[in-house]
């Protein structure tokens, strides 16, 4: 019997999962590690805490199974996109890696504008220069650690220095690449124009695959350590987003697919290249071999509520160990206590800047109308509901490319919860389902190895034969009403408060 490895490799934790031929999950398993915050605005990982986890995880999962790891016919991976591994000539890496929602790149991307030229750097790679992105930060450490600098020869993407340790070889693939602002979105290949203007060796690039094409094989040394046979295909994989859309069935046009994760990422399917003339939005290759999706980004979606669970929420997690539940269960309970729009009180999930609509580094959370009557609750269901304000705004850019959104698939930690997906249905007004699919990222990375051995002709045919929709919400149309008039109060705060966030950039 073929099985196959979806391996992601996350923010908080690398997680795998064994599939069957049927598309089902046999096993999962999971390792956390951690994120380190040196200064104000910075975000770095150690790599090597990525590839313990990949071993751990895998072992994990292949013994949740209950299968042996010889079995094991192919592997895909996915990862948390824009992060830089820098390594020198001996594949050593330089310092910890740089991860995507780091901030300390605005000046560089200030930088970078400037040399391309706004309108160009759109041309060339269908994006703006974000702080979170992979090139601003290479710059950033040509500017600030120049004697880490100079001893650079790869740079890779954090799911590929796993591939890198895994096979030996110096791979990416195309939704990832899309990632570093080095790439020719439209052409799905390395751009030599960004790569020269920037001064980035064109040899520090991996080569770069479509997501379901076979990249290497896992090394004997490799095979050892995580429990499978030599000489395992590992194809190109996707990048978290990506990946998950095909773990979701997002492979065809008119589909649409949010996900609540750390992040949270409007995603839409596209069969030709297209983009926000504003570069609000991003457009990437899809997972997809010959396709591309537009998508905004929250930066901070369950990633704000995760902050509320650590600083405020000792009682809960206390109770929820003793019970066994999930602390987020009786968080959500708590706030759908409180009135909806929180009696006046709004949330702005900036907790780590923002992307989508506004790309600033300086942007910060705010609870704003809090008064006495305001309670714990209050503040719960605030949060749920400004995520899905702040989503809503990427679905109305969303629409201005692929205006005929009539259902959402939803997944992600945040979208377990049918209260919270309420909200989204009645802030969006669009029905939300989800699918038989629960493990994200990793599921699509399974299906791509699929694809990739040969087990399915194609991705869509994979996501046909294993994708099925199990569950919907329809918007209420009195929340509908309600939510409408709430957002006009949201979106009013950051334009009146942008000038404050940047004064207090300068006081950190």
């Not at 064994?18 to 598309?23: A, K, M, Q, T």
């Not at 929602?101 to 970078?112: L, N, P, V, W």
């Not at 930060?137 to 650690?145: A, G, S, T």
């Amino acid at each position: 019997m073929g099985l196959f490895l979806g391996i992601d490799i996350g923010t908080s934790g690398t997680k795998a999962i064994v599939v069957d031929e049927s598309g089902v999950v046999r096993g999962t398993g999971s390792v956390e590690y951690p994120l380190y915050t040196p200064k104000p605005n910075w975000a770095e990982q150690d790599p090597e805490d990525w590839w313990k986890g990949t071993v751990g995880a895998t072992r994990k999962a292949i013994e949740a199974a209950g299968v042996d790891g010889n079995d094991i016919a192919g592997i895909g991976f996915s990862g948390q996109m824009h992060g830089a591994v820098l390594l020198d000539s001996a594949d050593k890496v330089l310092r910890p890696a740089i991860l995507w929602c780091d901030q300390r790149t605005a000046a560089e991307c200030d930088e970078i504008t400037e040399r391309i030229g706004a309108r160009r750097l759109l041309e060339l790679t269908y994006n703006k220069a974000l702080a979170g992105f992979t090139a601003p930060k290479i710059v950033w450490v040509r500017n600030h650690e120049p004697d880490i600098y100079k001893n650079i020869r790869k740079v890779l993407l954090p799911k590929d220095y796993i591939r890198l340790r895994m096979t030996g070889e110096y791979a990416t693939e195309v939704s990832d690449a899309s990632g570093t602002l080095l790439f020719d979105v439209k052409n799905r290949t390395w751009s030599q124009e960004m790569l020269n203007d920037l001064e980035i060796p064109r040899d520090w690039m991996p080569d770069c695959y479509e997501s379901p094409v076979v990249s290497g094989k896992v090394t004997a040394s490799a095979a050892a350590e995580l429990g499978v046979r030599p000489g395992v295909p590992v194809v190109g994989g996707g990048g978290d987003n990506a990946a998950g859309a095909v773990g979701n069935g997002i492979v065809r046009s008119g589909l649409t697919w949010v996900t609540v994760g750390t992040s949270g990422v409007v995603f839409a399917h596209m069969d030709k290249v297209d983009l926000d003339e504003e570069g609000r939005l991003h457009t990437f290759c899809h997972a997809v071999p010959g396709k591309w999706h537009v998508m905004g980004v929250t930066l901070s979606a369950g990633g704000s509520l995760q902050w509320f669970r650590n600083v405020l929420c000792q009682p809960e997690r206390s109770v929820a160990e003793l019970i066994g539940k999930d602390v987020y269960e009786l968080i959500t309970a708590e706030a759908a206590t409180a009135p909806m729009l929180s009696e006046g009180l709004c949330f702005l999930p900036y907790l780590t800047g923002e992307r989508t609509p506004y790309p600033d580094a300086n942007a910060r959370g705010v609870f704003f109308g809090l008064s006495l009557r305001h309670t714990k609750a209050h503040m719960a269901r605030a949060i749920l509901e400004g995520v899905a304000f702040s989503l809503s705004d990427c679905l109305d850019l969303v629409k201005l490319l692929i205006p005929n959104v009539n259902e959402i698939r939803a997944s992600g930690g945040g979208a377990r919860s049918e209260f919270w997906r309420q909200i989204l249905a009645d802030v969006f007004d669009v029905k939300m389902t989800t699918t038989n699919a629960t493990e994200g990222p990793a599921y699509g990375a399974a299906l791509l190895a699929a694809v990739g051995v040969g087990h399915y002709d194609s991705v869509e045919s994979a996501c046909d034969q294993c994708v099925r929709t199990v569950s919907q919400l329809d918007p209420i149309k009195a929340n509908v009403k309600r939510y409408a008039e709430g957002k006009v109060l949201y979106r009013s705060l950051y334009p009146a408060l942008k000038p404050s966030f940047d004064m207090a950039a300068g006081l950190v």
